[in-house]
Structure formats: C-alpha cells, structure tokens
C-alpha cells in the first residue's frame, strides 16, 4: 500500500481492510512510519517511534491494525518513555500500563509512538523547550495548538487517521479548529484516568481522540469508554454505541448561538463570518438557531482565579512528585518560565482557596445545566481567531505569574474552559475556513452531561452535509513525491 491510498482512508476503513484480508497491521504500520518519515522533519509532531511487538491478528478487535499514537502524557505505556514535554520528566519511563493504555490495546490499535506536549500540558500552544515547536501543516509559521498539538498536526498531516488527545481547558478542540480535525471533548468520568490517579487537574482533564471524521472518534470513544474498578464516579453508560448514532438523524435542534465569548473577548472577523455560515448551514438542515446570552454563574474574574488555583495547584503536587521521583530540582534549569512561575503560584494556594474553586466549580455546572434545559446544544467557535503564529502565546512568559498565565491562556481561548469546569461533552467540527488565506475554523457544540449520543448525531449529519475530507493542508503525506 502506498502512502497515497492509504491517507485516503480513516481508522474505521482501515480496519476494514485489515478484517478482510486485504492488508496486514504490519504493511499498514510500515506505512504510517514512512509518512511519519515524510512530513514529521517539517512538523515535529513525533517525539519517538518504537518497534511494536504486540500487533494484533486480522479482525480480532473493532480497530485492529490501525497505526496509533498517544500523547506524551496522561497515558502510560510498559516500558515506554512519558516525559510530559519536560525536561524535568526527560527520560521517566513508565512501568505498567494505565487503563486507557490497556483498552487502547484491546481495540487493536497499533501504537507505535508518541506525540509532542507543551510542557506538562500547561498552554494552548505547543512549543516545549524540551522538544522545541510542533508546526501547523497548514501553515508551517503557526502553531498547531495545544496541548494535543503534536496529536492534530500527526493527524492532519496524514501520518494516522487518529490519534490519543486530552483536554482539561481546550486541549482537544483547540488543536482540532487550528488543524482541521474533528475533536470531542467527553463527559466528565466517561473514560477512566485510572489506576494511579483518580482525576487530573481535579476532574478538569479528560481523555479523548482528534480525527479526520467523525466515525473514528465515535467507534474508539465506544473502545475506551466506562469505568474501571475504584473511579470515584462514572458518566451513565450510552443506550447505543456512538458508533451507531453517528449515521442517526438528530432531529430538529434547538441551538443556542453565542456569537461573544466570556470576559469580552471579541470574535474576529474571520471566525464570526464561519458562525454565521454555520447558522445558515444549521438552520437549513431544520434546526432552530437562535442568539443566546449565557450565564457561568460567576463572573470571568472569579472564573479565571478559580481554573488558577485548582490548575496551579495540581501542577505543583506534579512537579514535586516527579522532582522526588527524579531526584532534580524544580528550577529554571528544568521548568519553562510559565511553568515554573504557575509551580510557585501553586504552592501558595491555600487549603481553603482550593475549596472555595471547588465551589465555582459547582456553580458553572450548575448554571450551565439550566441553559441545556433551554437548548439540545449549545454552539461558539471554538476559538475566536485564526490559528496564531508561533511564539504569540510564550513570548513575556516569564514577566506573569501563576494567574496572569492561566489569564493569558483563557482570554485566548474563552469558548473552551467552560465545559471542563461544568464536565459536559463538546466537540470541535471542522465546519468551514477563512475565505482568504484557507486556514480551518473550528465550531464547538456543547451539551448536557453525558449527552455525547446527541452531538454524535449532529456531528455526523454536519459533515453528510458540509464534508471536509477533501481539504488537506500543505504538508500532507499523501503529497509526497514518490510515495
């Protein structure tokens, strides 16, 4: 198979090919190293590959022979390096696999390597000092988002049909809109962090997939979704598989528009003329569209110190952890500016601070709640402006603390956070781009917890009607000359 060919198909119709006999895991494995070796020396999405040894028989599961890769964190693989984009981390290797690593394996995807980080996910952009910049294949001069950026650049670029992401504040969506991808964020608790931690950055953190369609992530969301022994809760378990609903009609949708983000942030250009192509796409399917004003139950300042200290906080109980683990200092000589600065902000946040965002948490959940009572989802672009050039979001680091990074992050991405705060579902859809210069622009659909079965049917009727498979950015395996 050649590269060419096999860029034409996603997971699903790979693994097709490998129940039926027509190609092997290997020969695909083989080919996803060689359009790694095409286009990852202009990305730098890949941190390693590895030998596999492990690859599964023809047909034997769902996803069987589909190269994969995960993120370099928040997954442990035996025997495997996770270094959470860190020097601090450099060279930790993991000793057991994490319950998501083991459903990966059971799904029989072949997972050959890693992708890049920011470091411990801590940014929107993905530019590690330890790893150096992940670059957008649509535009080599822009970042590919992050934290997931390494994930969405391997994917958009055609190195795998998908791959491992996760999201705490965006870091799913976010890369998905800047790459083209299409990203579902989960419900809170639909699939397990387990079994050395409980929750990541106090349940904020979700594992998820980026895609080029909308089937793959529903057919690996049905693989690795529901509990595992000792979570301390679990999303209710769907009705149907996803990968049923996504060929299912939604029905008429009642959608809440909003056009403005959270704290004032103001869409640009570009992306206000995408949400209102999309209206007109939405509302022409028969749903009904209308402007929402919604309310987070407190205000954008008191949103933001709340996302500062629980984030912050984690971070800090994580640098100290891998600093004794390790035995090196959680200093300059290992932690960026913005990290080490948010490390700082973190220690000093105190016992009753870290409950009080608990508290806000709580509110958001609940206010938001009542808008999915009014609405079956609610749609924002999932950024409000086009994928920025690298170095936009680092450069100054080090003059902010704790807050001003978390400020920084979130005033540049205010659609996203909300719904890791509340614990609902919300995906990314590669709906449209800017009429000048091609770039993707994202939209975010969000719904009621445990509602992914609805945007899974909105999502697949999307891209029946406005597909974007035939959009392929400029660095593109399928491009390579001679393969």
Do not use: C
Request: negative net charge.
């Amino acid at each position: 198979m050649r590269i060419a060919e096999y860029t034409s198909f996603d997971a699903v119709g790979l693994a097709g090919l490998v129940a039926g006999g027509e190609v092997t895991p290997a020969e695909l494995e083989a080919v996803a190293r060689e359009a790694a070796q095409a286009v990852d020396p202009q990305l730098n999405a890949i941190v390693e590959t590895w030998p596999t040894d492990d690859a599964p028989s023809p047909g034997s599961a769902p996803l069987a022979g589909v190269p994969f890769l995960i993120k370099d964190i928040g997954v442990t693989m035996a025997g495997r390096r996770m270094e959470l984009g860190s020097r601090l981390a450099a060279g930790n290797v993991a000793g057991a696999d994490s319950s998501l690593m083991r459903r990966l394996r059971r799904a029989g995807l072949v997972t050959f390597g890693r992708t890049t980080t920011p470091e411990m996910a801590y940014s929107i952009t993905t530019e590690p000092a330890l790893y150096g910049p992940t670059r957008n294949p649509w535009d080599l001069r822009r970042s590919a988002g992050g934290s997931s950026g390494g994930a969405g650049a391997a994917v958009a670029a055609g190195v795998v049909p998908i791959a491992h992401a996760t999201d705490a504040a965006g870091s799913i969506r976010i890369p998905a809109s800047y790459t083209g991808l299409f990203g579902l964020k989960p419900t809170r608790g639909r699939v397990s962090m387990g079994p050395d931690v409980d929750e990541v950055f106090s349940g904020l953190a979700v594992h998820g997939s980026v895609s080029r369609t909308v089937r793959d992530s529903a057919a690996l969301l049905d693989q690795i979704g529901g509990p595992e022994p000792g979570d301390p809760y679990s999303a209710q378990q769907p009705s149907r598989p996803y990968a049923q609903e996504v060929a299912r009609h939604p029905g008429s949708l009642r959608i809440g528009v909003l056009t403005q983000a959270w704290g004032g942030r103001r869409t640009t250009t570009p992306v206000a003329d995408a949400l209102s192509r999309t209206v007109r796409l939405l509302e022409s399917l028969g749903h009904q569209v209308e402007e929402a004003e919604v309310d987070l139950g407190v205000g954008w300042e008191e949103f933001v110190l709340a996302n500062a200290r629980l984030m912050a906080a984690n971070l800090t109980a994580m640098v100290d952890g891998l600093a004794a683990a390790l035995g090196r200092p959680a200093d300059p000589s290992t932690l960026e500016p913005g990290t080490l600065t948010s490390y700082h902000y973190g220690r000093q946040v105190s016992g009753a601070q870290f409950v009080a965002a608990f508290a806000v948490r709580n509110r958001v959940a609940r206010s938001l709640a009542r808008y999915f009572d009014a609405y079956d989802t609610l749609l924002t672009p999932t950024l409000p402006e086009l994928p920025p050039l690298l170095n936009t979001y680092t450069e100054g680091g080090e003059t902010l603390d704790g807050l001003g990074w978390i400020d920084r992050l979130l005033d540049r991405s205010p659609f996203t956070a909300a719904f890791n705060v509340a614990g609902t579902p919300a995906m990314s859809v590669p709906l449209t781009a800017d009429t000048e210069t091609g770039l993707p622009i994202g939209m975010q659909f969000a719904a009621g917890y445990g509602r992914e079965g609805r945007l899974f049917r909105l999502a697949g009727q999307l891209e029946q009607a406005s597909p974007w498979s035939h959009r392929t950015p400029s660095v593109w395996a399928g491009n390579a000359p001679g393969r």
